[in-house]
T-cell receptor, first 114, second 111 residues
């Protein structure tokens, strides 16, 4: 079974530039999560999708961050414009359904904003 | 904000020794999970313990949970070099299926 796929793995941009991350969850997983992990910290949830619906985006900074999950499969997370403080690893995870205990994580995208 | 807090922040042991790390949390939970993260990789689920359980084993892993003290421990027995990683506890404290992670314990196993 293929795991959660994320791309790119690394991204370096200058501040004020836009950036986008892509995630392909495990086939058949209805729930998709985007997390941000700062250096030396644990992941913090940004947004959770049930199929194509964002059911929890309370932690997403909506002034510059946006996300979509068209057709309830792949998802993209966008930052526009990026700020220095956005440098972090952005992790995507999926699970079969909400309430499923285990979340399966992708390798993450390491973003560096200069 | 992060609910869980791991202790110690870092741990260095010799191969073959046991490694113990602790997690404390603030609010009531449904379950507590432990994840491992190798350098530059995503997190891998290790074990889950529910609030009505006190101890759980999986291979060389042993997890305990004390809900009265709001704490959990993860024991790795007979450590190997491949156990070198960061270990995170995560709590699921409500019905919104949101996991709250601690800052992690970095374990280094010396050959």
């Amino acid at each position: 079974e293929a795991g959660v796929v994320q791309s790119p793995r690394y991204k370096i941009i200058e501040k004020k530039q836009p950036v986008a991350f892509w995630c392909n969850p495990i086939s058949g997983h209805n729930t998709l999560y985007w997390y941000r992990q700062n250096l030396g910290q644990g992941p913090e949830l940004l947004i959770r999708y049930e199929n194509e619906e964002a059911v929890d985006d309370s932690q997403l900074p909506k002034d510059r961050f946006s996300a979509e999950r068209l057709k309830g499969v792949d998802s993209t997370l966008k930052i526009q414009p990026a700020e220095l403080g956005d440098s972090a690893v952005y992790l995507c995870a999926s699970s079969p359904h909400s309430g499923t205990d285990t979340q399966y994580f992708g390798p993450g995208t390491r973003l560096t904003v200069l | 904000s992060q609910q869980g807090e791991e202790d110690p922040q870092a741990l260095s042991i010799q191969e073959g020794e046991n490694a113990t790390m602790n997690c404390s949390y603030k609010t009531s939970i449904n379950n507590l999970q432990w994840y491992r993260q190798n350098s530059g990789r995503g997190l891998v689920h290790l074990i889950l313990i529910r609030s009505n359980e006190r101890e759980k084993h999986s291979g060389r892993l042993r997890v305990t949970l004390d809900t009265s003290k709001k704490s959990s421990s993860l024991l790795i027995t007979a450590s190997r070099a491949a156990d070198t990683a960061s270990y995170f506890c995560a709590t699921d404290g409500s019905n919104d299926y949101k996991l709250s992670f601690g800052a992690g314990t970095t374990v280094t196993v010396r050959a």
